[in-house]
């Protein structure tokens, strides 16, 4: 028996392939989506944060512009997922706006999860939309990622986006209902398994061999994702999306594949910061603020006495008590030149002193890592 239980929970991110949902006429398959956004629906009322990452915007754009997509150039694929894309988040506009629910378009490049000062703009606007109820409709920026940098399939973009936002679980909804031992269609004796640990090299080997999922990369690129989620805190289940509902289907027990995460996203986010050796600033904070941060808040810029170094935003930097100590570390929200404007300053007076509306912390609480002291109490 797995182990599975939807309400395990909180924050889900749904990965929806090309095979899935596109018709045979190359259009979205409306009927098919609208279960989907039901059992969106369902989840979101049950205080599920959900997102998803969908592709189809290149498969529509061609049915709609004509092209080929075999034959196509890569420009032509580019500019059939501009078509397609407008098409494609519209279906979802309209599908999940029947349960009253709103819906935001991002398109991300692999620079926007790699590069770190574009990862904490990704997060930012992520985050507001989930604390707004939003449901985010995320596809890869087609139009002008390049063939060298495309992530070339969206698993990986969405086991970046689960990593983005610290989801508890990624659903790849899939044309196969799990992972096997090797490829089900090929070969009668292929072993489906229910439950993994630990992705072995071993997993990944057989992945590769195994071409079941039309739609992308097949089962290799599953595998890759959950390995990077389970990384990141986030448990990785691959369920067949090829009935109508598959979400409520896989909730009520369909088959599937869990990859269990060994901790959660924010022990792995935290263990991440702690293990990165480039530090490249200060910040020294008044009392009232190291006490903040050991209750879990986010600094903001009333509580910085001091700033030194040389960062950037996105930049580590080490956060130093009143007693020059070393209190933890995150990503700084702000560079150096604007952190030293801000010190000491209250949040309400950012855009005066900067010129333009900047963010309300300097360093937010799901960016810090507070290290554990033996002499904690004596710091009471
Ligand atoms: N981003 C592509 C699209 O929307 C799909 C990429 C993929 O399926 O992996 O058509």
Same mark, same amino acid.
């Given at each position: 028996?797995?182990?599975?239980?939807?309400?395990?929970?909180?924050? $889900?991110?749904?990965? @929806?392939?090309?095979?899935?949902? =596109?018709?045979?006429?190359?259009? $979205?398959?409306?009927?098919?989506?609208?279960?989907?956004?039901?059992?969106?629906?369902?989840?979101?009322?049950?205080?599920?944060?959900?997102?998803? +990452?969908?592709?189809?915007?290149?498969?529509?754009?061609?049915?709609?512009?004509?092209?080929?997509?075999?034959?196509?150039?890569?420009?032509?694929?580019?500019?059939?997922?501009?078509?397609?894309? !407008?098409?494609?988040?519209?279906?979802?506009?309209?599908?999940?706006?029947?349960?009253?629910?709103?819906?935001?378009?991002?398109?991300?490049? /692999?620079?926007?999860?790699?590069?770190?000062?574009?990862?904490?703009?990704?997060?930012?606007?992520?985050?507001?939309?989930?604390?707004? &109820? %939003?449901?985010? !409709?995320?596809?890869?920026?087609?139009?002008?990622?390049?063939?060298?940098?495309?992530?070339?399939?969206?698993?990986?973009?969405?086991?970046? @986006?689960?990593?983005?936002?610290?989801?508890?679980?990624?659903?790849?909804?899939?044309?196969?209902?799990?992972?096997?031992?090797?490829?089900? @269609?090929?070969? /009668?004796?292929?072993?489906? =398994?229910?439950? %993994?640990?630990?992705?072995?090299?071993?997993?990944?080997?057989?992945?590769?061999?195994?071409?079941?999922?039309?739609?992308?990369?097949?089962?290799?690129?599953?595998?890759?994702?959950?390995?990077?989620?389970?990384?990141?805190?986030?448990?990785? =289940?691959?369920?067949?999306?090829?009935?109508?509902?598959?979400?409520?289907?896989?909730?009520?027990?369909?088959?599937?594949?869990?990859? &269990?995460?060994?901790?959660?996203?924010?022990?792995?986010?935290?263990?991440?910061?702690?293990? @990165?050796?480039?530090?490249?600033?200060?910040?020294?904070?008044?009392?009232?603020?190291?006490?903040?941060?050991?209750?879990?808040?986010?600094?903001?810029? $009333?509580? +910085?006495?001091? $700033?030194?170094?040389? #960062?950037?935003?996105?930049?580590? !930097?080490?956060? !130093?008590?009143?007693?020059?100590?070393?209190?933890?570390?995150?990503?700084?929200?702000?560079? #150096?030149?604007?952190?030293?404007?801000?010190?000491?300053?209250?949040?309400?007076?950012?855009?005066?002193?900067?010129?333009?509306?900047?963010?309300?912390?300097?360093?937010?609480?799901?960016?810090?890592?507070?290290?554990?002291?033996?002499?904690?109490?004596?710091?009471?």
């Amino acid at each position: 028996m797995s182990e599975f239980a939807v309400d395990k929970f909180r924050r $889900v991110v749904v990965k @929806v392939g090309s095979s899935l949902l =596109i018709g045979a006429d190359g259009r $979205v398959d409306r009927q098919w989506l609208a279960g989907l956004a039901e059992d969106i629906a369902d989840l979101h009322n049950r205080d599920h944060e959900v997102l998803v +990452v969908s592709s189809g915007a290149i498969a529509i754009g061609s049915t709609v512009l004509g092209i080929n997509m075999r034959r196509a150039r890569l420009e032509d694929l580019q500019a059939a997922a501009a078509a397609g894309q !407008v098409q494609l988040a519209h279906a979802y506009q309209e599908a999940l706006a029947h349960y009253d629910i709103t819906t935001a378009q991002v398109l991300l490049t /692999p620079e926007d999860t790699e590069n770190r000062r574009r990862f904490l703009n990704a997060r930012g606007t992520l985050g507001r939309l989930i604390e707004r &109820r %939003v449901v985010p !409709v995320i596809n890869e920026n087609d139009t002008v990622a390049t063939e060298e940098i495309r992530y070339g399939d969206n698993d990986r973009l969405a086991a970046r @986006v689960a990593q983005l936002v610290m989801a508890d679980a990624l659903i790849l909804l899939s044309d196969v209902d799990g992972f096997y031992t090797a490829d089900p @269609v090929a070969d /009668p004796e292929a072993e489906h =398994i229910p439950l %993994v640990a630990t992705i072995t090299d071993e997993m990944q080997r057989m992945a590769g061999e195994t071409r079941s999922d039309i739609g992308s990369g097949g089962m290799a690129t599953k595998v890759q994702a959950a390995r990077i989620a389970t990384h990141a805190g986030c448990a990785t =289940i691959i369920t067949s999306g090829a009935v109508q509902r598959p979400l409520s289907k896989l909730a009520a027990g369909a088959r599937h594949t869990l990859f &269990r995460a060994p901790g959660t996203p924010a022990a792995a986010r935290k263990q991440w910061l702690a293990g @990165v050796l480039e530090v490249r600033g200060e910040i020294r904070l008044d009392d009232g603020a190291s006490q903040a941060l050991r209750n879990g808040k986010s600094l903001l810029p $009333v509580g +910085v006495v001091e $700033v030194l170094g040389n #960062f950037r935003r996105g930049d580590v !930097v080490t956060l !130093v008590d009143s007693h020059g100590r070393e209190l933890g570390r995150g990503l700084a929200e702000y560079s #150096f030149n604007e952190a030293t404007q801000l010190a000491g300053r209250q949040s309400e007076s950012i855009e005066a002193v900067l010129g333009y509306r900047g963010r309300a912390v300097m360093v937010h609480r799901d960016e810090l890592v507070i290290f554990d002291r033996d002499d904690g109490n004596r710091d009471a």
